[in-house]
């Protein structure tokens, strides 16, 4: 579903100025995008993760559906106009029922309008799917932790975007979209973080700069949920981050975070701030419920993410994940 919303936010990109002359001699930073549904470093496993960069040297994307203990299980990179897609398990196409498991895929573009866009989800299915998988649509379509970048680049300016779903469900081709569970961010300032929305209008969370808010067992695990990190040329989201597990080195692992990075047209050769370490970003910046997020300070929300996150480092070193 995230997949549809690629060209949009491309296209937005490339209106403001970015990707107009892809072999221009001007010095400007790489746009860059970044998301992960889970990345536990000290384990290395990553699950769902995405990442894209679009410069003067060309695009790339890269997806990792699953990543265990250091070893890529599903996953896969394109560079040079070229694009990619696979599933660790999936159904044969039908117009009855698609299901893809730890499915992921990249794409990029060259020439006039250079772009990068990668996604990823450890599970898609669709009832009745409106095309050839789930991804573009149907009567009913989930995706379950679901990651998607984006970056554009030109000789005036630079875009980057990331986002990441826990959940992404979609009826009667996307006439109705609920999300659960979100964080994006993009070069431009976009960035948020919160609990559900649906059709757009989110619910707990933040939008715009925020420390979110802390959570912390003295001598355990300290957390933050719905930190969102918004520059000016850079920023990022996350729904949650482990910065502190026991004796393991920090940050422990994040929980679908965001970030992204780029250079404003007519800003010449100076570079993007790079995104806060640690910070994640949210879902998409043109999609379902980027702006209006009310603050929360709620204690169910709170607890029912400090289960979430817990329970996500626990299985960090052994989960298996989904497509993109």
Not at 250 to 265: D, E, F
Not at 298 to 324: D, H, Y
Request: net charge negative; proline share 7%; hydrophobic share 45%.
């Amino acid at each position: 579903m995230i997949r549809r919303l690629a060209p949009l936010v491309v296209a937005a990109a490339l209106a403001t100025g970015y990707g107009t002359a892809f072999a221009a001699p001007v010095d400007v930073a790489p746009g860059g995008g970044d998301a992960s549904a889970l990345e536990a470093a000290p384990f290395q496993t990553c699950v769902s993760c995405t990442s894209v960069s679009g410069g003067p040297d060309g695009p790339s994307a890269h997806a990792t559906a699953l990543r265990l203990l250091g070893h890529d299980v599903s996953g896969g990179s394109s560079r040079g106009g070229s694009s990619q897609r696979d599933a660790l398990v999936a159904l044969p196409s039908n117009p009855v029922f698609d299901l893809a498991v730890a499915s992921w895929e990249t794409g990029t573009e060259v020439g006039t309008a250079p772009a990068a866009q990668s996604r990823s989800a450890v599970l898609d299915a669709a009832v009745l799917p409106a095309g050839e998988d789930s991804t573009t649509g149907g009567l009913l379509t989930v995706a379950v932790l679901e990651s998607f970048s984006d970056a554009a680049w030109s000789g005036s300016g630079s875009h980057g975007y990331g986002a990441s779903n826990g959940a992404d469900i979609g009826v009667d081709n996307g006439a109705v979209v609920i999300i659960l569970l979100h964080s994006q961010a993009t070069s431009d300032g976009h960035d948020n973080a919160y609990v559900a929305s649906v059709d757009g209008e989110a619910a707990g969370g933040n939008a715009g700069e925020s420390s979110g808010m802390p959570l912390e067992v003295p001598g355990v695990v300290k957390l933050t949920l719905f930190a969102v990190d918004a520059g000016p040329d850079a920023g990022s989201a996350a729904v949650g981050t482990v910065d502190r597990l026991l004796d393991l080195p920090a940050p422990t692992a994040g929980l679908l975070t965001s970030a992204a990075q780029g250079v404003r047209p007519g800003a010449g050769s100076v570079g993007a701030r790079p995104p806060t370490a640690g910070a994640v970003a949210a879902p998409t910046a043109a999609p379902r419920g980027a702006a209006g997020v009310p603050a929360t300070g709620s204690g169910p929300v709170a607890g029912m993410l400090l289960v979430l996150a817990g329970a996500a480092v626990a299985a960090a070193s052994g989960r298996r994940r989904r497509r993109a």
